[in-house]
């Protein structure tokens, strides 16, 4: 009887650890994607920010804001 079940079980085994290696590899890809550049988050703003159409569209609303 314990022959039997034995088999199952050290399938059960072999498929668990392929499965959580997989996952491992998996997370292990994400984080280095994560860490690779460390940018500023507004970097793209600054640029836009200093453009002279935004900057038109600023004042126009400050002029209509002010009384």
Request: glycine share 12%; aromatic share 6%.
């Amino acid at each position: 009887m314990d022959g039997e079940n034995r088999g199952g079980r050290l399938g059960s085994f072999i498929v668990g650890g392929l499965l959580g290696a997989s996952a491992t590899l998996a997370a292990a890809r994400r984080r280095r994607r994560r860490a690779e550049p460390d940018r500023p988050v507004f970097q793209g703003l600054e640029a836009f920010e200093s453009a002279p159409c935004y900057r038109e569209v600023v004042e126009k609303k400050r002029d209509r804001l002010e009384p």
